[in-house]
Nanobody, 121 residues
Framework: QVQLVESGGGLVQAGGSLRLSCAAS????????MGWFRQPPGKEREFVAT???????VYADSAKGRFTISRDNAKNTVYLQMNSLKPEDTAEYYC???????????????WGQGTQVTVSS
């Protein structure tokens, strides 16, 4: 398994952008599918995006056209570029790793500690 550490969260105005990073330990990072999830205040954790080891991506409808997931296997890092942010994007954002491409949280085997994103109106 890999250990994951997110960074890049913060406070941003509506319409702004943030880039989240998730640094992974371990030489097996390139073999894992990576995902981003978020948990808004008082709500359940929800899928945002995932990327396969080869770079294929899947997005939640809420993220399509605004968010971009990418990975740099040489740096053991996965990113989430978030543009045109909305107040409803406010949440704790988590990255996670999986041994196969999936959008279901229970299939992810390792999770980071989360990074808070707050979008003000």
């Amino acid at each position: 398994q890999v250990q994951l550490v997110e960074s890049g969260g913060g406070l941003v105005q509506a319409g702004g952008s943030l880039r989240l990073s998730c640094a992974a330990s371990g030489r097996t990072f390139p073999n894992y599918a990576m995902g981003w999830f978020r948990q808004p205040p008082g709500k359940e954790r929800e899928f945002v995006a995932t990327i396969s080891p080869s770079g294929a991506t899947v997005y939640a409808d809420s993220a399509k056209g605004r968010f971009t997931i990418s990975r740099d296997n040489a740096k053991n890092t996965v990113y989430l570029q978030m543009n045109s942010l909305k107040p409803e994007d406010t949440a704790e954002y988590y990255c996670a790793s999986s041994t196969f491409v999936t959008i279901t949280a229970r299939n992810f085997v390792s999770w980071g500690q989360g990074t808070q994103v707050t979008v003000s109106s």
